[in-house]
């Protein structure tokens, strides 16, 4: 059984800066894109960045310039640099995961204070 653990989140003040990290364990597997969505209250679930096994990436168009999504392969773990965090970057941000299917996060919440 594969799981994603993710850790990071908080409570910070406009301007400022969290990272976010999503590590997956369990069995032997292979691992194609990594990713990050969020969901805002009230709000779908919208996708925020990802990083393919080859380190193709993109970006949210609100968040380009301040966030960058890193991963490391050997350790299937996947990193979200968030700088000058704005409020409505507030949500619950979820790693995936694609494998044969895709797998989830429990979830991190992100709160930006104005």
């Known amino acids: 059984q594969v799981q994603l653990v993710e850790s990071g989140g908080g409570l910070v003040q406009a301007g400022g800066s969290l990272r976010l990290s999503c590590a997956a364990s369990?069995?032997?597997?292979?691992?194609?894109?990594m990713g990050w969505y969020r969901q805002a209250p009230g709000k779908q679930r919208e996708l925020v960045a990802y990083?393919?096994?080859?380190?193709?990436?993109k970006y949210a168009d609100d968040v380009k310039g301040r966030f960058t999504i890193s991963r490391d392969n050997p350790s299937n773990t996947v990193y979200l640099r968030m700088n000058s965090l704005k409020p409505e970057d507030t949500g619950v941000y979820y790693c995936?995961?694609?494998?044969?299917?895709?797998?989830w996060g429990q979830g991190t919440q992100v709160t930006v204070s104005p």
């Open positions: 369990g069995r032997a597997f292979r691992i194609d894109d």
């Open positions: 995936y995961a694609d494998t044969l299917q895709r797998l």
């Open positions: 990083r393919s096994v080859g380190g193709i990436t």
